[in-house]
């Protein structure tokens, strides 16, 4: 076997670390996050768990939940979810057809994904809106879910610029000073970050917990408010912590 020079070690030594710092996300990405007269109805949607800048994914285990609410009724959706793969990690791909005017959440609750870098599991409860046919009531309805982000603003029909805030939510009271990681899906690879630090935006809730972002680019963004949970899981016969993720995604678009 070739021997590593200490120059090669240190390049996989920061490697290593850096990929460990990604900020994590479970994702929900419908093929279109508004439906109009004369679209296709047919929606594609794919359940990952991934560092979507950077285009690194991790395996998701099948949901325990996938559901859909649709003004106030839930339909489980989790048998039609097939095995796929979404930058090399395991993931899920679902079919719904879109048959009346509505807002449409799509959300799934996972099941705890072991992280040894950080020491504790993690859940994302994670969340998706799709509005068809004009219609627009509940897009501020919280699901019920043990920790989400609530809009504050309409989170479809939004440009690239427009101002976001939505409520952070844990066991349905609002959670201040909440850290709140915001993250573009960099599907084409196209975009470049100037240091790591751009990779993941921070911002915190307020008193209210409330927070406030506007993203620089259209396409799909990822809000994760992040609380650690008030009971632990076992891992090798040790209660570990357990960070509780409320995520949301959102599309902007270009205005032209």
Known sequence: MKKLGMASIFTVLTLIISTGCFAHFGMVIPSDSM???????????????????????????????????????????????????????????????????????????PKPYWEPSEDCYIIHFTKTVVAAFGGDAGW????????????????????????????????????????????????????????????TQVVKTDNNGVFTCAVPKAGWWGFAGLNTSDKKIKHDEEDKDVEIGAVLWIEFKEMK
């Open 35 to 109: 439906v109009m007269q004369g679209d296709a109805r047919d929606l594609s949607l794919t359940l990952s768990f991934s560092h979507p800048f950077e285009m690194v994914g991790m395996d998701l285990e099948k949901p325990a939940k996938f559901d859909l609410v649709l003004n106030g009724n839930k339909t489980d959706l989790l048998p039609s979810l097939k095995e796929t793969k979404v930058m090399g990690g395991k993931a899920w791909t679902a079919d719904y057809k879109i048959k009346r005017p509505g807002v449409y959440w799509f959300y799934m609750d």
């Open 140 to 199: 501020d309805d919280p699901l019920g879910l043990k920790t989400e982000i609530v809009p504050v603003t309409r989170p479809f029909g939004l440009y690239a610029g427009n101002v976001f805030q939505g409520v952070v939510l844990v066991d349905g009271k609002p959670a201040p000073g909440t850290e709140v990681e915001i993250e573009y899906y960099n599907k084409d690879k196209k975009s470049t970050a100037p240091n790591d630090y751009f990779v």
